[in-house]
């Protein structure tokens, strides 16, 4: 009877045997086959099935095998029941491959030696593992390198390939599996076996250090209108705030729009215009005043999947909880 599991090596070498169907001996399914794992047996019917025809004898194969030779016999005749063809002509001084089994020994070949490679493959992801990583586009580039930074120094085998998207994104990416974690926007309805606040941070009117507004210590909503202004297409406010906007009859002169933090804060400093962004330490040229009746807030924390068991996230949550973010 064949094992239980994705495939069953047996049951591939049949199929592609009777039906040609190279496809089913692809490097991804023996991946998958030894993730999942694979049935001893029938694992080993194939190496068996490799031994033989390479020594051309029982005896001998049995010998490197550390087999006796009943048992392997024994295996060779289930294996030829499961593809239902003799691989072996046998009575002669030298066992010698029938015609299905130089076929079957082709496409045989074929897979250990893939199956090998998958193994190969694998070893090395666990000596050197990959943390998927997902960001907000408005964080900051300079927070997210100093976190990685320091994870980094004590993890120095690990390969982090960062993907940075919105809110929605991010939430699709991590349940979709494409993420391994991310740092995100936190709702009120979040998971605590799955996610954790990392910090909070008020969104406020962030100016040029030469703009006129700089040297107040608020402004009201009212006043933004006309004023050159960079809109940040990704904020998790922006439907809110043009809601806002659109019902006070306030309309700032959008004169760029920009999809990363980094930007924004950019053309902040070169005077091009102002911003309604979150407040961000360490940062010269920008003064940040609070919009008197506009109460923006986001919580920032980091998510991971509740049913994914990985010491590299787990590792990676405890940096990103302990590390010293740089927000008021």
Not at 24 to 34: D, F, P, R, V, Y
Not at 49 to 71: C, K, V
Not at 156 to 163: A, C, D, G, M, Q
Request: hydrophobic share 40%; glycine share 6%; charged share 25%.
């Amino acid at each position: 009877m064949l094992s239980e599991g994705f495939i069953g090596v047996s049951y591939a070498l049949a199929h592609a045997f009777m039906l040609g169907e190279v496809k089913l001996l692809s490097k991804t399914i023996l991946a998958i086959e030894a993730i999942k794992g694979i049935n001893s047996m029938d694992l080993s019917q194939v190496r068996y099935f490799l031994t033989i025809a390479e020594t051309g004898n029982f005896s001998r194969a049995a010998e490197r095998l550390y087999l006796s030779q009943p048992s392997l016999s024994t295996s060779i005749k289930k294996l030829e029941q499961e593809l239902g063809v003799a691989l072996f002509e046998r009575g002669g001084r030298r066992t010698v491959l029938t015609t299905a089994g130089r076929s079957f020994h082709r496409k045989a070949t074929i897979i250990m030696g893939q199956y090998q490679a998958a193994m190969h493959e694998l070893k090395e992801f666990h000596d050197q593992p990959i943390l998927r990583l997902g960001a907000l586009t408005t964080m900051r580039v300079a927070e997210l390198a100093d976190l990685v930074s320091t994870f980094q120094q004590d993890h120095p085998n690990v390969t982090i390939e960062l993907r940075d998207g919105t809110q929605e994104k991010l939430r699709d990416w991590l349940e979709l599996g494409e993420i391994d974690v991310t740092l995100t926007v936190l709702g009120d309805r979040e998971e605590p076996q799955a996610s954790t606040v990392l910090f909070c941070q008020p969104l406020l009117l962030a100016v040029p250090h030469t703009h006129p507004f700089a040297q107040r210590t608020s402004v009201r909503l009212a006043e933004l209108d006309g004023q050159p202004f960079i809109d940040r297409i990704n904020c998790e406010f922006a439907q809110r705030e043009c809601e806002i906007l659109d019902a006070a009859n306030i309309h700032p002169k959008v004169v760029y729009r920009a999809s990363h933090e980094e930007w924004v804060i950019s053309w902040i400093k070169a005077a091009l215009g102002i911003s309604i962004m979150p407040r961000w330490r360490g940062l010269t040229g920008i003064v940040y005043l609070p919009v008197v009746d506009l109460d923006f807030q986001r919580t920032i924390g980091i998510k991971w999947r509740r049913q994914q068991n990985s010491k590299i996230v787990e590792q990676f949550c405890h940096y990103a909880t302990s590390h010293s973010w740089e927000v008021d």
